[in-house]
């Protein structure tokens, strides 16, 4: 009965498998948690998962059908990321062989297979850059795609609202515990991460894909798409604000400035770019404003952090977060808020809150940052850490035997100045992690340290994980001035590449242009504090995003190629 159609399924999956496989890894990479499946190393937080199968899987049909000639090779990226990969293989000789400080051992291979898993996983991230180049034949390809992304932007914001609300389960990998894909759910003031595996990812995520949503709102000339787009902007608004991420709220405030900056440069006259400017700038300040009052509580205490040096600001912030949680207060007696049921969910008997999870602190099992901020005293305690947690301390002492035997005690933790004063997160930035980034720099300015060695203390000393909080000085420590130069050389030549489809006459081309080229710009910013495109959800969405760009980017300006290559394809 299907004999007939059976040549022509064949045909059609094999012209658009591709196409179908990008638009599932667009969809499921953001929206399936963090659950491990196994180790890809003995003792170690990064661990394998079904996003990584699923990457593989399309990268197999990405290397048939280019054998079988049937895609192009014309990657307008291919020779900046190749020579980065070139770079990072030589900065794991040079960790090997000349600074020495990845152990090379036959009995001891996690070292150099810790740092050779690391620098596969960037390879990893940019292969998303080809399958999505090389999907797009068409608009039409374009448009699946973008429709695709909103509604995956829809389903993160709708997921996290069952986090707050409906105890939906939480799955970490803020520490080693988390990862190991503990069911958790929020408590009242816990940090909204949604699908992510933190809330920092989370709102790096929100920082590109807000961005880009806004700009195609302005963009397009469809008032019933350009409705559904500012919905989308505006719920996932709301999530940024659950998520309750400074530096990602200030990276999102800056990219939608540049939206708006570039939108109106394109404006043909200085009154119509005036007119354009004002109006549009106010709104997006009434509803960042009305966001930040009604929905932003979390985000006030942690602003405050930054404030109380300034004891100025100090007061003033207290005057208006007194006068905001009055009018909060007001809203929700008046239309009874608190007793619609939509807002309220039953706890689950299966999983653990992150208020039991403190309870469990000595076995690590929790992060500060899940508790909401209560200031305290100057010079207390930094104003980010919330738990007296004391330090234990090995200790040796002689019997009456004369043995010597060792016990574990408790002191007062102390706190370093930069902690005091700038709170234990930033502290610890100061302190640790950004001078072990640029220690790893001066090793070998020119290769750096090697992937995964500038949180070590020594040359044998294996971490459970990396993290530095800022992209530029890990990936200087990591891969030195080389490695520096070629990582954002990619992302200046896509900034170049999407700088060019702004003289575009087609609206949907120019709004996805001036979202790209906005968000990375927000997503550099969000780079100076949080290891970005290190995370796996945002690395990627991001060079995902990046081969539609480059996809669109020749059909523009050379699509002989593209025809060329669908023609030889039906063929």
Same mark, same amino acid.
């Given at each position: 009965?299907?004999?007939?159609?059976?040549?022509?399924?064949?045909?059609?999956?094999?012209?658009?498998?591709?196409?179908?496989?990008?638009?599932?890894?667009?969809?499921?990479?953001?929206?399936?948690?963090?659950?491990?499946?196994?180790?890809?190393?003995?003792?170690?937080?990064?661990?394998?998962?079904?996003?990584?199968?699923?990457?593989?899987?399309?990268?197999?049909?990405?290397?048939?059908?280019?054998?079988?000639?049937?895609?192009?090779?014309?990657?307008?990226?291919?020779?900046?990321?190749?020579?980065?990969?070139?770079?990072?293989?030589?900065?794991?000789?040079?960790?090997?062989?000349?600074?020495?400080?990845?152990?090379?051992?036959?009995?001891? @291979?996690?070292?150099?297979?810790?740092?050779?898993?690391?620098?596969?996983?960037?390879?990893?991230?940019?292969?998303?850059?080809?399958?999505?180049?090389?999907?797009?034949?068409?608009?039409?390809?374009?448009?699946?795609?973008?429709?695709?992304?909103? +509604?995956?932007?829809?389903?993160?914001? !709708?997921?996290?609202?069952?986090?707050?609300?409906?105890?939906?389960?939480?799955?970490?990998?803020?520490?080693?515990?988390?990862?190991?894909?503990?069911?958790?759910?929020?408590?009242?003031?816990?940090?909204?991460?949604?699908?992510?595996?933190?809330?920092?990812?989370?709102?790096?995520?929100?920082?590109?894909?807000?961005?880009?949503?806004?700009?195609?709102?302005?963009?397009?000339?469809?008032?019933?798409?350009?409705?559904?787009?500012?919905?989308?902007?505006?719920?996932?608004?709301?999530?940024?604000?659950?998520?309750?991420?400074?530096?990602?709220?200030?990276?999102?405030?800056?990219?939608?400035?540049?939206?708006?900056?570039?939108?109106?440069?394109?404006?043909?006259?200085?009154?119509?770019?005036?007119?354009?400017? !004002?109006?549009?700038?106010?709104?997006?300040?009434?509803?960042?404003?009305?966001?930040?009052?009604?929905?932003?509580?979390?985000?006030?205490?942690?602003?405050?952090?930054?404030?109380?040096?300034?004891?100025?600001?100090?007061?003033?912030?207290?005057? +208006?977060?007194?006068?905001?949680?009055?009018?909060?207060?007001?809203?929700?007696?008046?239309?009874?808020?608190?007793? !619609?049921?939509?807002?309220?969910?039953?706890?689950?008997?299966?999983?653990?809150?992150?208020?039991?999870?403190?309870?469990?602190?000595?076995?690590?099992? !929790?992060?500060?940052?899940?508790?909401?901020?209560?200031?305290?005293?100057?010079?207390?305690?930094?104003?980010?850490?919330?738990?007296?947690?004391?330090?234990?301390?090995?200790?040796?002492?002689?019997?009456?035997?004369?043995?010597?035997?060792?016990?574990?005690?408790?002191?007062?933790?102390?706190?370093?100045?930069?902690?005091?004063?700038?709170?234990?997160?930033?502290?610890?930035?100061?302190?640790?992690? @950004?001078?072990?980034?640029?220690?790893?720099?001066?090793?070998?300015?020119?290769?750096?340290?090697?992937?995964?060695?500038?949180?070590?203390?020594?040359?044998?000393?294996?971490?459970?994980?990396?993290?530095?909080?800022?992209?530029?000085?890990?990936?200087?420590?990591?891969?030195?001035?080389?490695?520096?130069?070629?990582?954002?050389?990619?992302?200046?030549?896509?900034?170049?590449?999407?700088?060019?489809?702004?003289?575009?006459?087609?609206?949907?081309?120019?709004?996805?242009?001036?979202?790209?080229?906005?968000?990375?710009?927000?997503?550099?910013?969000?780079?100076?504090?949080?290891?970005?495109?290190?995370?796996?959800?945002?690395?990627?969405?991001?060079?995902? +995003?990046?081969?539609?760009?480059?996809?669109?980017?020749?059909?523009?300006?050379?699509?002989?190629?593209?025809?060329?290559?669908?023609?030889?394809?039906?063929?």
């Amino acid at each position: 009965m299907f004999k007939p159609y059976l040549p022509k399924l064949i045909n059609w999956l094999d012209q658009h498998l591709l196409l179908l496989l990008s638009a599932l890894l667009l969809a499921f990479i953001p929206l399936y948690p963090k659950i491990p499946l196994f180790e890809a190393i003995p003792g170690y937080l990064v661990r394998i998962r079904l996003e990584d199968f699923l990457v593989l899987f399309t990268v197999v049909i990405w290397l048939i059908q280019l054998k079988r000639q049937q895609l192009f090779f014309h990657h307008p990226l291919l020779k900046a990321i190749t020579i980065y990969a070139v770079v990072g293989f030589l900065s794991v000789l040079s960790a090997v062989i000349i600074t020495k400080t990845v152990p090379f051992q036959t009995n001891d @291979w996690l070292h150099l297979t810790k740092t050779l898993l690391h620098y596969l996983r960037y390879l990893e991230y940019f292969s998303l850059s080809f399958i999505l180049f090389n999907s797009i034949k068409s608009k039409q390809d374009l448009y699946l795609l973008l429709t695709v992304f909103c +509604l995956t932007v829809i389903a993160v914001s !709708v997921y996290g609202f069952g986090q707050k609300y409906y105890y939906w389960p939480v799955y970490s990998t803020m520490n080693r515990e988390f990862s190991k894909g503990i069911r958790l759910y929020l408590t009242e003031h816990a940090r909204v991460q949604s699908t992510f595996g933190g809330h920092y990812d989370l709102a790096a995520f929100l920082v590109i894909s807000l961005t880009i949503i806004l700009a195609l709102a302005f963009k397009l000339k469809n008032n019933l798409v350009k409705l559904a787009l500012h919905l989308t902007h505006l719920l996932g608004l709301w999530l940024l604000m659950a998520s309750a991420s400074r530096t990602s709220f200030i990276a999102y405030v800056f990219a939608s400035g540049i939206t708006l900056i570039i939108i109106t440069w394109s404006k043909a006259k200085w009154q119509l770019r005036v007119k354009w400017l !004002v109006s549009r700038s106010l709104g997006l300040v009434v509803i960042w404003t009305m966001m930040v009052y009604f929905f932003g509580g979390d985000m006030y205490e942690r602003f405050l952090q930054t404030l109380q040096g300034y004891p100025q600001f100090d007061q003033l912030y207290h005057r +208006l977060n007194d006068q905001r949680q009055q009018t909060l207060n007001w809203v929700i007696a008046t239309i009874k808020l608190d007793q !619609v049921s939509v807002f309220k969910g039953y706890k689950p008997e299966n999983a653990i809150s992150l208020e039991e999870a403190v309870q469990l602190e000595q076995q690590q099992v !929790v992060v500060s940052s899940d508790q909401r901020p209560v200031p305290v005293k100057p010079g207390d305690k930094p104003s980010d850490v919330y738990v007296d947690v004391p330090d234990y301390v090995k200790v040796a002492t002689t019997s009456a035997s004369g043995e010597t035997v060792y016990e574990i005690i408790e002191q007062p933790r102390t706190w370093s100045e930069n902690a005091q004063v700038h709170g234990l997160s930033f502290g610890i930035r100061l302190d640790a992690l @950004w001078p072990q980034a640029i220690q790893g720099f001066l090793q070998n300015p020119l290769l750096g340290s090697g992937y995964a060695t500038l949180n070590k203390k020594g040359v044998s000393h294996f971490t459970e994980a990396e993290s530095t909080d800022n992209n530029f000085l890990r990936i200087l420590g990591e891969t030195g001035l080389l490695g520096f130069i070629s990582f954002y050389g990619i992302i200046i030549l896509a900034l170049v590449k999407a700088a060019q489809l702004l003289k575009s006459s087609d609206q949907l081309t120019k709004g996805l242009a001036t979202g790209f080229i906005a968000a990375t710009l927000g997503l550099l910013v969000n780079a100076g504090f949080i290891d970005v495109f290190a995370a796996s959800k945002v690395a990627f969405t991001y060079w995902a +995003l990046t081969g539609m760009i480059m996809a669109l980017y020749l059909l523009e300006t050379n699509p002989k190629i593209i025809k060329k290559s669908t023609q030889k394809k039906l063929h």
